[in-house]
C-alpha cells in the first residue's frame, strides 16, 4: 500500500543536536520536522493510477486528439480544436487562451505537422495546469483542522474516507466530524472508513468520529475541534452535507461551520476544501466562484475523472478560479484517490 503522506517520524527520530553545538534560540529553530508535504507513491502503483486516469480521461481526450490526425497545420486545425476545448468544458477564456499559447509555440518550435502540435498542446496544458499543484500538508498546526464542502454526491464522505486512511496508515490521530447530520447513513459511510482506517496500535495512527443524533451540523463541529485539541489529535476533518450554492440559507450554515470552528481552535480552519465531480463540466467553474465567494477556500478535491467528457474543466479553474486541487479521484477505492500533477494530466489527456 502506498501513501502520499510520509510517516510521522517517531520522536526519538528527531536527532539531537551534534555535541558542543549551540542550542539554537527559539525564534530560529528549523520549522517542525513533522511538517510533511504530499510525495509520490512508488513509481509502480503511480503508474497503474496514471493508467486509470488515461483511461478516464479518454472521452475527453479522443475528441482532442481527433484534430491532430489530419496532415496539415492550418486554420481549420485552429478551428477543430477551438470546438474539442469548448466541447470539454475547458471554458471560453481558457479555450482562448490556449489557442493563442498553442499558435506562438507553433510559431516558435517551426512544427511541421499536425503530430508535433499535438506534443506543444500537452505542454502548454501541463503548464497551465501547474499553478494548480500544491501538496496539502500536515502537522503543521496541532491539530490540522480541515472542513469539506460540496454539493450532494461530489465524492466529500468517500475522498474524506481515503484521505483519513492514508493519514492513518502514515501514523497520524484523525478525528472526523460527522457534520452531515441530514443523512444517517453519512455518519454510518464515515464509520465504514474509520474501522477500515484503524491500523495496529503500534503504528500510532488511529480515527475516532464525533457524531450527534440530530444534532447541529455547528455544534458537531465545535465538539469535534475542542476534542482532538484536547486528545493531540494531528487531524480534525468536518465532513458536511451536500448544498448548492444557490441554497443560501445552507450556505449561511457552512459559514456558521467555519465561525464556530475558528471561535474552537482560535483561528480559521487550516483548510477548506471543495469536493467536484469531474463530470459537472462548466459548473464546476461556477461551483468553486462561489463557494469560493462564501467561504474562501483553500483547496480542491476533483473526484469521478474516471469516465468524464468533461475534463477539460481543471483547464477554465485554472484560468479563472486558480484554487489548489490537492487530489484527485478516478474510483471507489482507496489507491483511487492520489495527488494533482499537471504534467501527468495533461499526458494523461493527449497520450
Ligand atoms: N467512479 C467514482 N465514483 C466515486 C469517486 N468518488 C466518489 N465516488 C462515488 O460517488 C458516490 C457519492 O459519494 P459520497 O462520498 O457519498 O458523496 P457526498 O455526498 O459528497 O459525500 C459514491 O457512490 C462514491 O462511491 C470517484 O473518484 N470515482
Ligand atoms: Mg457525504
Not at 497520524?172 to 466530524?177: D, P
Amino acid at each position: 500500500m502506498f501513501s502520499f503522506f510520509k510517516k510521522k517520524p517517531a520522536p526519538a527520530d528527531a536527532a539531537p543536536p551534534p555535541v558542543g553545538a549551540p542550542a539554537a534560540a527559539p525564534a530560529l529553530a528549523a520549522p517542525p520536522v513533522a511538517v510533511l508535504p504530499v510525495i509520490v507513491p512508488p513509481e509502480p502503483e503511480r503508474r497503474s493510477w496514471v493508467d486509470k486516469l488515461r483511461g478516464g480521461l479518454r472521452k475527453t481526450g479522443s475528441s482532442i486528439a481527433q484534430v491532430f490526425t489530419g496532415t496539415q497545420i492550418d486554420e481549420a486545425l485552429y478551428e477543430e480544436l477551438e470546438s474539442a476545448l469548448l466541447m470539454a468544458d475547458a471554458g471560453v477564456k481558457a479555450t482562448e487562451f490556449l489557442l493563442g499559447d498553442l499558435r506562438r509555440r507553433v510559431k516558435e518550435s517551426k512544427a511541421g505537422d499536425p503530430a508535433q502540435v499535438k506534443v506543444l498542446l500537452a505542454a502548454a496544458v501541463a503548464d497551465l495546469l501547474r499553478p494548480l499543484e500544491k501538496p496539502l500538508r500536515v502537522g503543521e498546526h496541532a491539530p490540522t483542522v480541515m472542513m469539506v464542502v460540496g454539493v450532494n454526491g461530489a465524492g466529500k464522505t468517500t475522498s474524506i474516507g481515503k484521505l483519513t486512511r492514508h493519514l492513518a496508515d502514515s501514523g497520524r490521530k484523525v478525528l472526523l466530524a460527522a457534520a452531515d447530520t441530514f443523512r444517517a447513513a453519512a455518519r454510518e459511510q464515515l464509520a465504514v472508513w474509520a474501522e477500515r482506517a484503524d491500523v495496529p496500535a503500534q503504528q500510532a495512527g488511529s480515527v475516532e468520529i464525533v457524531s450527534q443524533a440530530d444534532g447541529d451540523p455547528a455544534a458537531v463541529s465545535f465538539d469535534a475541534v475542542v476534542a482532538g485539541k484536547a486528545r493531540g489529535c494531528d487531524v480534525v476533518i468536518a465532513d458536511t452535507a451536500g448544498r448548492l450554492p444557490t441554497q443560501l440559507h445552507l450556505m449561511e450554515e457552512l459559514k456558521k461551520i467555519k465561525r464556530v470552528i475558528a471561535k474552537a481552535q482560535g483561528g480559521a480552519p487550516h483548510e477548506v476544501l471543495l469536493v467536484i465531480d469531474g463530470n459537472t463540466g462548466q459548473n464546476a467553474l461556477a461551483q468553486v466562484k462561489s463557494f469560493d465567494d462564501a467561504l474562501g477556500l483553500t483547496g480542491l478535491i476533483v473526484t469521478k475523472l474516471d469516465g468524464t467528457a468533461k475534463g477539460g474543466m481543471l483547464a477554465a479553474i485554472a484560468r479563472e478560479r486558480p484554487i489548489p486541487v490537492y487530489f484527485i479521484g478516478v474510483g471507489e477505492k482507496l489507491e483511487d484517490l492520489q495527488t494533482f500533477s499537471a504534467r501527468e494530466f495533461a499526458q494523461a489527456l493527449l497520450d
